[in-house]
């Protein structure tokens, strides 16, 4: 009989076959798997700042700032329109606040008693007089609007045409920006002639200016039209001549 089959008892006395008696293995010591080292440490702060900077507004290296843009210049013509529109729905919305406030006065005398019709009759009392304010109001908004926009609009041509302060009272006579235009512009050039005449007369004038066509017919024939085209702006000697005669200059 080998070893191999040798009866082994043990203190319980069963056989025991040494055959299925298995050895106890020790097992090997395990390693955890090392972390990736391109990967960094959570719990640590980086150490380096980011190379890049988030997007910043440009800053001007230098030289003048852009200049604020000019505020827009309105026409009197403009202006007055925008004036006009204001007052179209500041009453539209005086009307419609009316109408509200008919309605819960009607509202009101019918729950102290009043029978419906003559709450209704009472309260169509109430909206003409209060309309009847409304107009009066209107009124002298309207007027007082109109006579800011005349005194907007004198100085405005004051300035166009390089006209004095004293011509602003002139100048609001005229009830529209168009005939107010046109009243400047012939304040600015009867002014011009005047002074074009005083040098004329006091004998300022460039000795070039001196017409040597005076005694040709066709310019005396034409004296009306010399005038008027002095009028318009013509500065010729003709013309000269011709305005200052019909001023009685020598």
């Keep these: 009989m080998t070893m191999e089959q040798t009866e082994i008892t043990q203190d319980t006395g069963a056989p025991v076959s040494e055959s299925t008696v298995e050895q106890p293995v020790t097992p090997e010591p395990t390693v955890a798997p090392e972390a990736p080292t391109d990967q960094a440490d959570p719990t640590t702060a980086p150490t380096t700042a980011p190379t890049t900077a988030p997007d910043s507004a440009p800053t001007p290296t230098g030289g003048a700032q852009p200049a604020a843009p000019a505020p827009q210049q309105y026409s009197p013509e403009h202006i007055q ?49 209060q309309q009847r304010n409304m107009e009066l109001m209107r009124q002298a908004e309207e007027y007082g609007r109109h006579v800011q926009g005349k005194q907007i609009a004198a100085e405005h041509f004051v300035q166009k045409y390089n006209l004095n302060i004293g011509d602003l009272t002139e100048l ?76 009685g200059v020598s």
Excluded: C, I
């Design 81 to 129: 329109r925008m004036q006009q529109e204001s007052a179209q729905y500041a009453q539209v919305q005086a009307q419609a606040a009316l109408q509200n406030q008919a309605g819960e006065y009607k509202q009101y005398l019918e729950s102290q008693g009043f029978l419906p019709d003559h709450a209704q009759q009472a309260t169509n009392e109430y909206m003409q007089s």
């Design 172 to 247: 609001r006579k005229y009830n529209d920006p168009e005939s107010m235009d046109k009243g400047a512009q012939k304040l600015s050039n009867d002014r011009r002639r005047d002074e074009e005449l005083a040098k004329y007369k006091q004998g300022q004038v460039p000795a070039q200016a001196v017409d040597n066509s005076q005694g040709n017919p066709q310019v005396a024939a034409d004296e009306g039209g010399w005038l008027d085209r002095y009028n318009a702006g013509d500065r010729t000697p003709s013309a000269v001549a011709a305005a200052a005669r019909a001023a």
